[in-house]
């Protein structure tokens, strides 16, 4: 599992507009946030205890706490594919791993997307993150910005998010997998 994630190293990366912004959600962009605790200037709109209450729902179950700031969910129903999501608190963000063994795993990912704290347009813009395929590739949103990177390879499917507040400079990284990198 380890020399799974080995493989999403730092590096490059790729800013891409956000698609059908309406300037009038703007004002709406303030009352989204469900976390009613005193915001932090480096804070995401949403809390990694939403993205935790969110995923133990989905799961139907707590995660299992891996040393202080990692928390991991395993589908352990469908017997023909394994998903396993791990949740980081980051000093400055919220990373979420999935591993996956087919699309069925990918299926947490996208309805995650529709979480009562993205506004419908950020999910579409999510959405059609995911839909672009393996790669890395990144988002700048008026409350957050989010890299998104997936690989596909040995029978698994990773898809790694990591979201930021708008305010920071993205993290640069990028895809290993064996090749040379072209310059």
Known sequence: ???????????????????????????????????RSTPQLNSL?????QILD????????????IEAKSSVYRDREN???????????LKAGVRIVLQATGNYGVTYIREF??????????????????DRGPGIRSLALERFHVQ??????????????????????PRHVRLLMGVPAQA
């Open 148 to 169: 998104l990177s997936i690989f596909n390879g040995g029978g698994w499917i990773v898809v790694e998010l990591e979201f930021r507040p708008s305010h920071l400079p």
């Open 54 to 65: 969110y995923f133990s729902e989905a799961f139907g179950k707590r995660p299992v706490q």
């Open 79 to 89: 017997s023909d594919e394994v998903a396993v999501i791990t949740v980081s608190d």
């Open 1 to 35: 599992m380890q020399k799974l994630l080995a493989v999403i190293a730092a590096s490059g990366m790729l800013f891409l507009p956000a698609f059908g912004y309406d300037r009038a959600e703007e004002e709406v962009l303030k009352e989204v946030s469900l976390d």
């Open 113 to 130: 997307f529709e979480a009562p704290f993205f506004l419908s347009w950020e999910s579409e813009e999510l959405y059609m993150l995911l």
């Open 45 to 49: 709109p949403f809390s990694i205890v």
